[in-house]
């Protein structure tokens, strides 16, 4: 994925920028266990280097290119900044994350879905409404506003860390948040909720 694009007008406090695949090059992943820190209420936790293996344990998501399209879209986050893409009719899976505190929109213009991933760390408490106007400021200066479908809105949706994905099935796109909880030392508890 790449940066196509960028708006930049909001007095320095905020951007957003526009990814698409670049022309060639495929989104592959694999996972590997997890030894990053994030935050919790404001104070910062490493998670172990080895906290286990298989759906209850939390790994990192490693993205890279790869020569074939497996359908993989993949749209990173930026500190302090709305960073958005439209999910092309070759993608069947998409993710976003991780999330810790950012909202997550997807949308539809006609057959298109769009995902749109804010984040507002300089603006220090938990802000979703700060998050909601920066992602309607970034729709409305896109040639076609995007119908805002689904959201995944941290203490809403999720509380501790996690992701948002989504996959093709039937010909429809379904979308998820994962929410993952520590409950102690290499154990987390795992929610995986569909959104309306």
């Known amino acids: 994925m790449q940066v196509v694009s960028t708006m930049n007008n909001w007095g320095g406090q905020w951007t957003a920028e526009r990814y698409d695949r670049v022309a060639g090059q495929f989104t592959k992943f694999r996972f590997r266990e997890s030894g990053l820190q994030y935050f919790k209420k404001g104070k910062a936790v490493t998670m172990p280097t080895r906290v286990g293996k ?7 998501v490693e993205v890279s290119q790869g020569a074939v399209d497996l359908g993989i879209r993949f ?3 930026k500190a302090d900044t709305v960073t958005y893409m439209r999910l092309d009719p070759a993608a069947r899976t998409f993710f976003t994350g991780p999330i810790n505190g950012c909202s997550v929109y997807l949308g539809q213009v006609g057959a298109d879905w769009w995902a749109f991933h804010a984040n507002r760390n300089n603006a220090g408490v938990h802000n ?9 400021n970034v729709n409305m200066r896109l040639p076609v506003p995007v119908r805002i479908v689904h959201a995944a ?13 989504g996959q093709v099935k039937h010909g429809q ?19 995986v909720r569909r959104l309306p």
Do not use: E
């Not at 298989?54 to 990192?60: E, F, N, P, Q, R």
């Not at 809105?153 to 994905?165: A, K």
């Not at 379904?174 to 154990?187: A, I, N, T, W």
């Open 54 to 60: 298989g759906s209850g344990a939390l790994h990192t």
């Open 153 to 165: 809105i941290y203490q809403r949706d999720y509380n501790d860390l996690g992701f948002v994905c």
């Open 128 to 136: 979703p409404a700060v998050k909601a106007a920066m992602t309607d």
């Open 75 to 77: 749209l990173p986050w």
């Open 173 to 191: 796109w379904q979308f998820y948040v994962v929410d993952m909880s520590l409950v102690q030392v290499g154990k987390y508890a795992q929610t």
